[in-house]
């Protein structure tokens, strides 16, 4: 913005004041100059268009200047415009107040034509970056939006239908916070019967987590395809992350690492093996309403040692057993006072339900996570993967 160009608006009860000042903007080369005689109609004039400053006369009858000043600044849509305040008034109580209220300076009249030059180009100078800040906010967050949409696209939306071959029911969910996240869940099947899940959580936020996350997701299936490409008789989640583990720890100057839970299920017998890298351990929820955490300890997340080796344990699913796997943002998800949801709220929560699809499962937790945090805004993603083992009953 040329200052010069700049649209100016003189408010003021007196006509000889506003002729003066109207001349002595021009001298100083201002050339979009309108004005107004009272406070209403300067703020339906600011109503109607847009304005890059106004100099408003702090007494006028009806609706003064104070007045004036606090409405602008309520209203969101022009509470940025710049706004010096001009009154012979010379009290540093009135200075005090104009300020208060948002002034962005203050002048006293008669007008002197040097301190009146300096305060319009200074007023109009924070405009100005004021105004590149708030276009480059406004394009980094439809950058951030564009990314957040890249990385949902990622994931999996299509879930495999339930059948009796394939008995699986499964259904996921990732729900980025404002800033673009780290968090991963995906499935697949490495052959008609063995099904690969997962859920991860990379460390930090931004970019940098985003392409770490994709990373991961790329590296899991590349490598149970490799293995099984080399003839590897034992592609176990275990081995699986050795694998992705090496890769990650290589080149990794912002040492970033991500917590993963691997497993892969015997569709037609029901045996599970998983891998825990770092993970919140998964809840086992049985038909009969028992609720149980996956054991073992956790071992380190990816990224961090290369010479990690990663355990593969095993258990076997009872018919209709689900699987209830997530992020820590969902027990992390807290309220206007910083209260989180926690794991006590959620195991209720499982314990309880009623639902029997693994859709209706998390959107029932989806639910009761955003009904606590009342609209709170995230502080971390939400992801969350329900599986469950169906090998002769229908899903209702």
Same mark, same amino acid.
């Given at each position: ?6 649209? !100016? #608006?003189? $408010?003021?009860?007196? @006509?000889? +004041?506003? &002729?003066?000042?109207?001349?002595? *903007? /021009? ?27 106004? !100099? #408003?006369? $702090?007494?006028?009858? @009806?609706? +003064?200047? &104070?007045?004036?000043?606090?409405? *602008? /600044? ?323």
């Amino acid at each position: 913005m040329n200052p010069l160009e700049a649209r !100016l #608006l003189v $408010v003021d009860d007196n @006509e000889d +004041n506003r &002729y003066t000042l109207r001349q002595r *903007l /021009k001298r100083l080369g201002h050339t979009s100059i309108e004005t107004a005689t009272n406070g209403r109609e300067a703020l339906d004039l600011l109503g109607q268009r847009e304005f890059d400053l106004v !100099l #408003l006369d $702090v007494m006028m009858p @009806e609706l +003064n200047g &104070y007045e004036v000043l606090e409405q *602008l /600044k309520a209203d969101p849509r022009r509470r940025d415009v710049p706004v010096i305040m001009i009154s012979a008034l010379d009290q540093i109580e009135s200075v005090i107040r104009c300020v208060e209220l948002g002034a962005e300076d203050y002048l006293p009249k008669p007008f002197n034509p040097t301190l009146l030059a300096a305060r319009v180009g200074a007023s109009l100078e924070k405009k100005r970056l004021r105004d590149e800040l708030h276009a480059s906010l406004n394009r980094l967050e439809k950058e951030l939006e564009a990314a957040r949409r890249l990385q949902v696209s990622m994931l999996p939306r299509e879930f495999p239908a339930f059948t009796e071959q394939q008995p699986v029911d499964i259904h996921a969910l990732m729900q980025a916070a404002r800033e673009v996240g780290g968090d991963l869940y995906d499935f697949f099947y490495s052959s008609p019967e063995r099904l690969f899940f997962l859920v991860a959580d990379v460390s930090g936020k931004g970019a940098d987590a985003a392409m770490f996350m994709a990373r991961t997701r790329s590296l899991v299936r590349m490598a149970v395809e490799l293995l099984h490409e080399v003839g590897a008789t034992d592609v176990t989640p275990g081995r699986v992350l050795d694998t992705v583990n090496r890769e990650l720890c290589q080149n990794n100057r912002e040492k970033m690492f991500v917590s993963v839970f691997l497993g892969a299920l015997d569709v037609r017998t029901g045996g599970l093996e998983f891998s825990n890298a770092g993970h919140p351990p998964p809840y086992r929820i049985s038909v009969a309403g028992g609720l149980e955490r996956l054991g073992g300890t956790p071992q380190a997340p990816l990224g961090i040692r290369q010479a990690t080796s990663y355990t593969t344990s095993t258990l076997d699913l009872d018919k209709a057993d689900t699987l209830f796997v997530c992020t820590d943002g969902v027990v992390e998800a807290s309220d206007e006072d910083q209260n989180m949801y926690g794991d006590e709220r959620l195991q209720a929560l499982l314990n309880s339900t009623t639902e029997s699809s693994a859709q209706a499962r998390v959107t029932q937790v989806k639910d009761a996570i955003d009904s606590f945090a009342a609209g709170a805004p995230p502080a971390d993603d939400v992801t969350m993967l329900v599986l469950s083992w169906r090998p002769t009953a229908a899903i209702r």
